[in-house]
């Protein structure tokens, strides 16, 4: 056994044995049975991915059984949901490893430098799944309208989303100098971003995004010829998303009573509460968009009837509905196309909204 093995030994037994804070007066720490009000955590947490892991495979559905599609959006869609799941499994873990939940003074060091890492890791997964789920949204406003103007939007939007959260994730990683530092609090030398302050900040401008994701399609809704119900309708499926708006403000507002409190262990079960919830009430609100199309099949005296997807086999080339398409796509999809979809039976192979060959027909499906 070398020298250094003993003194290593000693310094992790040390670390077990003091704590991570020194208590209020007149309070004694207790390693072995803490207060704990961690509970709320692990709740949310289950729910909220259980929920989100409904949503994914309602969307799923939707989109590759029914539309028989799987394109951009749907990807970014599936890479939130995975950093939900790793974000649920490691707040959980924070509160069984690291002592979230927990009086700072009950939690010894090392436990608090698991929470600190498990800190780091579930920042990332947080601010990457956000940008993955409104990155979903926006390709798939894309998808809804040829718009230069809105198109343009919707590129900016999603410039300044991936810009500013991937700079919050380099910033989360690299927050301390030494990188050490960030979880370990027996090193002295060096520096700290002050992480509180650029958390209300980073949550303030992703509260604008999340304002700005939700109203941009509603100037395209409005402006375009759609009877008044499917108006209606498209508009209260967008503004589901005024609950991840709500969310994100509580939020912010559980981080700002946070700046000046010592005991972060205890102090930070709201705000983690908080971000389960937004980010997996985002992940249902982007699988509602593409809903129609699966209650439809399953509610068809509710929603309307459904009519079975027609097949290639039953269009003949005599039928005058196939005659005016051939002729649409001859004529580079000009004129004919609102004929030729009104010819045609409607299915429900179709997203939940759909833009016609004119740039004013949008019809919810």
Same mark, same amino acid.
Request: with cysteine.
């Given at each position: 056994?070398?020298?250094?093995?003993?003194?290593?030994? #000693? !310094?992790?037994? *040390?670390?077990?044995?003091?704590? !991570?804070?020194?208590?209020? @007066?007149?309070?004694?720490?207790?390693?072995?049975?803490?207060?704990?009000?961690?509970?709320?955590?692990?709740? #949310?947490?289950?729910?909220?991915?259980?929920?989100?892991?409904?949503?994914?495979?309602?969307?799923?559905?939707?989109?590759?059984?029914?539309?028989?599609?799987?394109?951009?959006?749907?990807?970014?869609? &599936?890479?939130?949901? &995975?950093?939900?799941?790793?974000?649920?499994?490691?707040? /959980?873990?924070?509160?069984?490893?690291?002592?979230?939940?927990?009086?700072?003074?009950?939690?010894?060091?090392?436990?608090?430098?698991?929470?600190?890492?498990?800190?780091?890791?579930?920042? *990332?997964? $947080?601010?990457?799944?956000?940008?993955?789920?409104?990155?979903?949204?926006?390709?798939?406003?894309?998808?809804?309208?040829?718009? #230069?103007?809105?198109?343009?939007? *919707?590129?900016?939007?999603?410039? +300044?989303?991936?810009?500013?959260?991937?700079?919050?994730?380099?910033?989360?990683?690299?927050?301390?100098?030494? &990188?050490?530092?960030?979880?370990? +609090?027996? +090193?002295?030398?060096?520096?700290?971003?002050?992480?509180?302050?650029? $958390? &209300?900040?980073?949550? #303030?401008?992703? @509260?604008?995004?999340?304002?700005? /994701?939700?109203?941009?399609?509603?100037?395209?809704?409005?402006?375009?010829?759609?009877?008044?119900?499917?108006?209606?309708?498209?508009?209260?499926?967008?503004?589901?998303?005024?609950?991840?708006?709500?969310?994100?403000?509580?939020?912010?507002?559980?981080?700002?009573?946070?700046?000046?409190?010592?005991?972060?262990?205890?102090?930070? /079960?709201?705000?983690?509460?908080?971000?389960?919830?937004?980010?997996?009430?985002?992940?249902?609100?982007?699988?509602?968009?593409?809903?129609?199309?699966?209650?439809?099949?399953?509610?068809?005296?509710?929603?309307?009837?459904? *009519?079975?997807? /027609?097949?290639?086999?039953?269009?003949?080339?005599?039928?005058?509905?196939?005659?005016?398409?051939?002729?649409?796509?001859?004529?580079?999809?000009?004129?004919?196309?609102?004929?030729?979809?009104?010819?045609?039976?409607?299915?429900?192979?179709?997203?939940?909204?759909?833009?016609?060959?004119?740039?004013?027909?949008?019809?919810?499906?």
């Amino acid at each position: 056994m070398s020298l250094s093995e003993p003194l290593l030994q #000693s !310094a992790v037994t *040390v670390r077990e044995i003091i704590g !991570a804070a020194p208590p209020p @007066s007149g309070i004694n720490p207790s390693f072995q049975d803490p207060e704990s009000n961690a509970q709320p955590i692990i709740i #949310s947490s289950l729910v909220c991915s259980a929920i989100a892991t409904l949503a994914l495979f309602m969307r799923l559905y939707a989109r590759v059984v029914i539309s028989k599609k799987f394109e951009a959006p749907d990807y970014m869609f &599936v890479a939130s949901w &995975v950093c939900s799941c790793i974000l649920s499994a490691l707040t /959980v873990a924070t509160c069984v490893e690291g002592g979230l939940g927990n009086h700072i003074w009950d939690i010894s060091l090392a436990k608090f430098t698991v929470f600190l890492k498990l800190k780091t890791c579930t920042s *990332v997964f $947080y601010c990457l799944g956000i940008m993955f789920i409104k990155l979903s949204l926006l390709l798939f406003y894309l998808q809804i309208s040829p718009e #230069s103007g809105f198109r343009l939007c *919707v590129y900016v939007l999603a410039c +300044i989303i991936t810009g500013y959260s991937v700079a919050s994730v380099f910033v989360v990683i690299f927050s301390c100098s030494p &990188v050490a530092r960030s979880w370990d +609090i027996t +090193i002295t030398s060096g520096y700290c971003v002050n992480l509180p302050v650029f $958390y &209300v900040a980073n949550l #303030s401008l992703n @509260s604008i995004t999340d304002i700005a /994701v939700l109203v941009l399609p509603f100037p395209l809704l409005w402006g375009v010829r759609m009877p008044l119900r499917d108006k209606i309708a498209v508009t209260c499926v967008f503004m589901t998303g005024s609950a991840v708006c709500v969310v994100s403000i509580l939020r912010i507002r559980a981080l700002v009573i946070l700046l000046d409190k010592y005991d972060v262990t205890w102090a930070l /079960v709201e705000a983690y509460v908080w971000s389960s919830i937004e980010l997996n009430t985002a992940i249902l609100c982007a699988a509602l968009l593409f809903a129609k199309p699966l209650m439809r099949r399953l509610f068809p005296n509710f929603l309307g009837s459904a *009519v079975e997807p /027609v097949s290639n086999s039953r269009i003949k080339r005599s039928d005058p509905g196939f005659r005016r398409m051939d002729e649409e796509s001859s004529r580079g999809r000009r004129g004919l196309r609102g004929k030729a979809e009104s010819s045609t039976p409607r299915t429900d192979n179709d997203s939940s909204v759909f833009v016609s060959g004119n740039r004013e027909d949008i019809e919810l499906r």
